[in-house]
Each structure stands twice: as structure tokens, then as C-alpha cells.
């Protein structure tokens, strides 16, 4: 195959969703990250646009500013509360229901992890109930 002068879109920001199979770091689905270094210039396009459609559907759902077409997902306020309990059995804090690691890494999560993250605290709080 031909050199490419189309580069990957990896940002190095990975974070997959495993239930949509989508990595929000560049919106690509894991089949076309697998199959990236094999694709002609044709199918990366492709994959590149189809990346691009995700991304904007994810930013019409979870952001209130569109400044620009490079637009960013605000970084959210930290969940914590300050009053930190770690349940023995889940090793969650019954707070903000977040694990210890996920509390000190807060800060350095790009806005897309943040984002996923407080949607599994949601579901957490359900699972778990923690008293």
C-alpha cells in the first residue's frame, strides 16, 4: 500500500466507551482504530467523517457553549463533598460515590472523562445506595 499523508486523529486523550465501542478522545470506534494503519486514504476519510458526526452529536448533548468548530466540553465542578467515607465492601467514598483513585485524578481528567465519569457516578448511586 501506497504512503498516506493522512495522519491518525489520536489525540492520546483515550477513553473508551464500551458500550458504544467509541474512544472520546478522537470519536473513532475501536475497529476503525484497529484498522487505521491498513485503510487506503478512501476508508480514512471515511472514518475521519464519521468521527467528526460523533463528535458533534456528543457536543449537542453535553456542552452549552459552541464557541468554534474545535470546541471543547467545559470541565465540570468536582462532585466531592468533602465529607469522605469509603465504604468498606465497594471501596466507593458514600459521598460523592467515586473511587479514591478517581478523587485524586479528578483534576487531570479531560472534560469528556469528567463527563462519562459523572454519568457512572449516576449510575452508581442507583446500583449502590450507599448509607
Not at 501506497?2 to 474512544?23: A, E, H, L, M
Request: aromatic residues 8%; contains cysteine.
Amino acid at each position: 500500500m501506497p504512503p498516506t499523508n493522512i495522519n491518525s486523529p489520536c489525540r492520546g486523550q483515550c477513553d473508551i466507551d464500551k458500550q458504544q465501542g467509541v474512544c472520546f478522545g478522537c470519536f473513532r470506534k475501536i475497529d476503525e482504530i484497529k484498522s487505521w494503519h491498513r485503510c487506503s486514504d478512501e476508508k480514512k476519510r471515511l472514518y475521519l467523517d464519521l468521527a467528526e458526526s460523533r463528535k458533534n452529536v456528543f457536543l449537542q448533548h453535553h456542552s452549552h457553549d459552541s464557541t468554534s468548530n474545535n470546541e471543547q466540553i467545559k470541565h465540570t465542578k468536582n462532585p466531592c463533598q468533602g465529607e469522605c467515607t469509603i465504604d468498606t465492601k465497594t471501596f466507593l467514598c458514600k459521598g460523592c460515590y467515586m473511587y479514591p483513585e478517581e478523587i485524586k485524578n479528578w483534576h487531570v481528567y479531560t472534560a469528556i472523562k469528567q463527563h462519562r465519569l459523572l454519568s457512572d457516578i449516576k449510575n452508581r448511586r442507583i446500583k449502590y445506595r450507599l448509607e
